[in-house]
């Protein structure tokens, strides 16, 4: 049984990970040196405990006033509205369109108000799609922009997209080059990244004692995402009559949502910022590009150069394959009985609007999201993995697939994946 996803870090650095708890180096040096490195000595880089964390220093430093509005990519994880809430501030959402799950520009126009401040776009699954008008019209109308590039990770050498106010990386436990942990955050404005290091400083240190259960936890479940082994532990939660995605999810989840704010006001560790800091030095980036590979390969076979209709420019670094699907239950019980374990959405909802804004529903993200199957493609899987896989989408009632236009409609077509 192929796993949805593999656990991205090499058993060095698990194994390395242990002798990180030696007292070499203070926290403080080690914070520099990590944010030093990433930042190329440009001096705009701070490491937060997790995205969420950076994201709550962010908006402390901000210190909007209550009442006012975040606009957020529609698609997300429900903390980040959570977050702004508990800043007294307003989630809004923004629908989106195309396979590239981008900003519907129509639908963001629509929603900012004289009390909008900031714009939240979230690059989902590794797509990173063209944001030059997206910018061009949140400048207009003096919008911060900030980037949730928690999926979006591909390379060392990229930190964001130059012309927003703020990029926010994420190393949590399932991301790409994960350091079981952590966040990089650039910012735009000095004074805010001034502001929020004093801010951080004086937040408690994350405790580290529970850090080897953690190394260890996670050495078990990369043993686990191994072909014979899942193949076992999947048969076992079937025969105990577990729900799979559920058991998952507790495996890798981060936070709990009780206290959520408590436990993101911490310190990263020195332990977790020296494995962020040898990931992103030590990084294969054949890793990201065999994984491209792999997608194309899914495309190729799929013929979807047939179906292409979204600019071949975009650029994807692939953290999973969005498959759209009328079935997608149906499909994901069809894959998994022939060794594939695919899911759809994971922990990802669709904002709803706040009461007094109905109108702001969204439509074409929530049908996006509802049609998604998100089909791995991973490196450690095979060319014949791959095309086995594909054989399986196509034999599966095919008449039932079809795409998303850049507008959101949808017409019937044979095997049409979303071509990135």
């Known amino acids: 049984m192929w796993a949805r996803l593999r656990l991205d870090i090499q058993w060095f650095h698990l194994i390395r990970g242990i002798f990180d708890f030696l007292p070499f180096g203070t926290r403080s040096k080690t914070q520099k040196k990590l944010e030093d490195y990433w930042s190329l000595q440009q001096d705009d880089v701070l490491a937060c405990l997790s995205l969420r964390s950076g994201f709550d220093l962010y908006l402390q430093a901000l210190e909007l006033p209550a009442g006012s509005e975040v606009l957020f990519s ?15 501030l307003v989630p809004i959402p923004v629908d989106l369109s195309g396979c590239n799950f981008q900003l519907d520009l129509a639908s963001l126009e629509n929603a900012i108000t004289a009390k909008s401040k900031v714009l939240v776009v979230a690059y989902l699954f590794g797509a990173r799609p063209d944001l030059s008008q997206i910018i061009k019209l949140a400048r207009e109308r003096d919008l911060l922009i900030v980037e949730d590039c928690a999926q979006a990770w591909h390379t060392p050498d990229w930190r964001g997209n130059a012309d927003v106010d703020a990029t926010f990386f994420s190393f949590g436990n399932i991301k790409t080059a994960t350091a079981l942990g952590g966040s990089l955050c650039r910012i735009g404005h000095q004074e805010i990244l001034d502001q929020m290091r004093e801010l951080q400083e004086k937040q408690p240190v994350q405790v580290t004692w529970n850090r080897p259960v953690k190394l260890i936890k996670y050495a078990m479940l990369k043993i686990l995402s191994t072909r014979v082994v899942y193949y076992f532990f999947c048969q076992l939660c079937r025969f105990r009559g577990r729900d799979l995605d559920v058991v998952l999810r507790g495996f890798t989840k981060g936070f709990s ?101 109905p109108n702001l529903i969204c439509p074409q993200a929530t049908e996006l999201l509802n049609q998604t199957v998100l089909l791995p493609c991973y490196p450690e899987m095979s060319d014949s993995a791959i095309n086995q896989m594909c054989d399986l989408i196509i034999q599966f009632n095919p008449q039932q697939s079809f795409i998303h236009d850049s507008t959101g409609d949808t017409s019937k077509s044979k095997n049409a994946l979303c071509k990135q």
């Open 257 to 357: 949502e009780s206290d959520l704010l408590f436990r993101l006001r911490k310190r990263p560790s020195c332990v977790m910022m020296r494995m962020m800091y040898r990931g992103l030095k030590t990084y294969d980036t054949q890793r990201i590009e065999q994984r491209i590979q792999n997608a194309h390969q899914i495309i190729e076979h799929l013929e979807l150069q047939k179906v292409e209709y979204e600019p071949s420019e975009n650029s994807h670094s692939y953290w999973l394959f969005p498959y759209f699907c009328s079935a997608p239950d149906q499909l994901v019980l069809h894959l998994r009985q022939h060794g594939f374990d695919t899911t759809q959405r994971g922990r990802m909802e669709v904002l709803s609007p706040p009461d007094e804004r």
């Open 74 to 88: 529609s698609i997300t994880i429900s903390d980040m509205p959570r977050i702004a809430e508990a800043h007294g």
